[in-house]
């Protein structure tokens, strides 16, 4: 992808009213320059809009944690969330599947938009969406179920494979992409446990990717990791892309300039700066996002 | 100013005594409660042990009309007091089912009446000089001994010590059970599963938990009134029935399942919900297929827990009438059924020694029962602690 295609949003104005998504409002839904901070794509780009976010706002209670996030995510790119801790970015990644609805406090406010549906709106099932939106943790949580069941289980559940052999197929299929397949393929029977760390990380991606989302959600998917499983992570992000739309929250600002096409900058609830990772890491729009990046804070 | 070590190690000295003497004395208290429960199970044993023999002699039986219509005339004349009443009670019966038995005799063992095993168990008793002196002359030609009680395992309540036996009440302990699982484990665990997994957490949710806490605190026999107030007076159930003594227990044990299974409920790691609920789980999937297997083994060890505690409970038994006197075991839920230990509870009422030795017995049966229920609880732990 060409990273040229994203400019700031002076620009932005002008050039979505001919993108692909123009006929959806985006227009409208532009963010107000005083806000001035996110991006969104000119008619250059090929990618489609996955997820579309508009003026999104979260509390915990009476604590505003997310406050009018804008932004677009694009399919078949890796998109980085970072910032400071406690800025927001994995509160507003579990806003795109739902997950804070286990939170009883929670309240949300605005847009998050995909396929045309507002994830939020009352006829949306959180079941059908997480179907659609898969999700990694930063720690890895595989079943305590045979490695086999930790990769079959969704997708017999959502009952997308009926045969044993389809089913068997789905799991070769799953932990291949998902480069897990010739370390397992001899013991897939035993606990998904017994892996090591980055085994089970690529474990609870293949689980991920076996009910075949559009979007895939990784929070922080390698801080538990050692340096050598993150390499393997990130170069399998790297691949997924092609068949999946991912969006990871990390720390580490060089995982986020090694595997993110763009990138979202957060500080304290707000998103200050969304831009082509190549952009945002050689010539930021704003003073933040530059102090952040240069390690001025963090 | 830093100090020398010599100073610190002079101010040292009394923390260090001080250290020393709490390890002595929670040591002690350690040592103290297992020396009780030592001399409590030792006693027990040297006591109870006894009830497991029985005295047996060996007579002659003769087997006619005349024995038909007056039991006693089948043993000799003196050998007759020696032997149990019960004995000559089911003779007429059994000639009825046999009557190939008609006019034969048999030299065979029979019961021995109770001072008889009394006295061969060395304990006072009533037996008259020159009855002790046929027991020695028996005891000399090998016809008379302690042999294994089958009677204590095999029958009920008998007003004659050795018939007396546990099966009765063992039954009825089985039968009470099973009322009390079938009711509480359902409900117990539901309701732990509904106020872990669903449950908002508000007001109203926390009253209900406070009182489950307090419910778990109740003294049992307040648990009895209940019963014999709603089950029996207002829904009719019939009094010192299995039925009703189940129910009543599960009112008891409910609080404990409930407690037990939320606990094993709190300690899945939330990470799993999450997966779970991350691959498009339900609420109910997430519980069925992830919750639950792992956390399966601590419900179940509550649960045998709890049980084991009805188990050995008396006093709500008492208020629903089962302390019944129950000479022959019943199969049916609705007839008249004793306990274990409401058992114990009626032989310990009893005056004779003999009864003394079945209380210490059926203590030794109930604890069997119990110790093999919690050892079945912790097998069940660590079998499937974890379950893959």
């Not at chain 1, 694009?74 to 599947?97: H, W």
């Not at chain 1, 017999?156 to 480069?179: F, I």
Request: glycine share 6%; charged share 20%.
């Amino acid at each position: 992808m060409n990273d040229t295609t994203l400019q700031n949003f002076q620009t932005a104005d002008e050039t979505s009213s001919t993108s692909p998504d123009a006929g959806r409002e985006s227009q409208s839904d532009a963010p107000t320059p005083d806000k001035g901070q996110p991006v969104t794509h000119n008619e250059n780009i090929e990618e489609n809009l996955s997820v579309r976010v508009r003026d999104l706002s979260l509390w915990y209670g009476n604590h505003q944690a997310l406050s009018d996030i804008n932004i677009d995510i694009f399919a078949n790119t890796v998109t980085a969330l970072i910032g400071p801790s406690g800025c927001g970015k994995s509160t507003f990644l579990r806003c795109l599947n739902r997950m804070n609805d286990l939170i009883n406090t929670v309240s949300i406010k605005g847009l998050v938009e995909m396929d045309g549906h507002d994830v939020n709106a009352r006829g949306m099932d959180e079941v059908a969406l997480r179907r659609r939106v898969g999700m990694v943790f930063q720690k890895p949580n595989p079943f305590p179920k045979s490695i086999y069941e930790n990769v079959a289980y969704a997708p017999r559940m959502h009952d997308m494979v009926s045969r044993k052999a389809d089913q068997d197929e789905l799991v070769e299929r799953a932990l291949r992409d998902a480069g897990l397949w010739n370390e397992v393929k001899d013991k897939l029977h035993e606990p998904g446990t017994s892996l090591s760390g980055g085994q089970q990380q690529r474990l609870c991606i293949a689980r991920a990717i076996a009910v075949q989302p559009d979007v895939i959600l990784m929070d922080e998917p390698t801080s538990a990791l050692d340096p050598i499983s993150t390499a393997t992570i990130e170069d399998l992000m790297d691949k997924l892309k092609q068949d999946f739309t991912i969006v990871t929250v990390t720390h580490n600002m060089q995982q986020a300039a090694r595997v993110a096409d763009y990138t979202a900058f957060f500080h304290l609830g707000e998103m200050i700066e969304y831009n082509a990772t190549k952009q945002m890491f050689s010539n930021p729009h704003t003073k933040k996002a530059e102090d952040y990046i240069t390690g001025r804070y963090g | 100013m830093s100090q020398s070590f010599e100073e610190i190690s002079a101010q040292l000295k009394k923390r260090h005594r001080r250290s020393a003497r709490m390890k002595w004395l929670t040591m002690g208290a350690l040592i103290l409660s297992a020396a009780f429960l030592v001399v409590f199970i030792s006693d027990m044993v040297v006591r109870g042990w006894p009830a497991f023999q029985q005295a047996q002699i060996q007579v002659d039986v003769t087997y006619n009309e005349q024995s038909k219509e007056i039991p006693l005339a089948a043993v000799s004349e003196e050998f007759r007091p020696l032997v149990s009443r019960g004995f000559f009670r089911i003779l007429p019966l059994r000639m009825e089912d046999n009557p190939a038995l008609m006019g034969t005799t048999k030299t065979q063992w029979v019961i021995a009446d109770s001072p008889v095993d009394q006295y061969l168990k060395g304990n006072k008793n009533e037996l008259s000089s020159s009855q002790r002196n046929v027991v020695d002359k028996l005891v000399k030609q090998g016809r008379a001994e302690l042999k294994f009680n089958t009677t204590f395992f095999t029958t009920g309540d008998s007003k004659m010590p050795e018939l007396a036996g546990i099966a009765a009440a063992a039954i009825g302990t089985m039968m009470t059970m099973l009322v009390t699982m079938a009711v509480c484990f359902p409900i117990g665990v539901m309701t732990a599963v509904y106020l872990e997994e669903f449950a908002p957490d508000n007001k109203l949710t926390q009253i209900i938990e406070i009182n489950i806490n307090n419910l778990a605190a109740v003294p049992s026999i307040l648990f009895g009134l209940l019963g014999l107030a709603i089950y029996i007076s207002f829904f009719g159930v019939p009094r010192s029935s299995p039925l009703v003594g189940g129910l009543t227990l599960a009112l008891m044990t409910l609080p404990v399942i409930i407690i037990s299974t939320r606990a094993a409920l709190r300690s899945v790691p939330d990470s799993i919900r999450h997966a779970a609920f991350g691959v498009g789980c339900s609420r109910w999937q997430v519980v069925r297929d992830h919750v639950l297997p792992v956390s399966l083994p601590g419900i179940l060890t509550g649960s045998i827990i709890g049980l084991a505690q009805a188990m050995g409970e008396t006093a709500p038994l008492i208020i629903v009438g089962m302390v019944a006197f129950i000479p022959e075991a019943s199969m049916t839920l609705t007839d008249a059924s004793t306990v274990m230990p409401a058992q114990i509870f009626t032989w310990a009422s009893q005056p004779e020694a003999a009864f003394a030795e079945k209380t210490a017995g059926g203590i030794l049966v109930l604890l069997a029962v119990l110790i093999f229920l919690n050892a079945l609880a912790v097998w069940l732990r660590n079998k499937f602690e974890r379950r893959w």
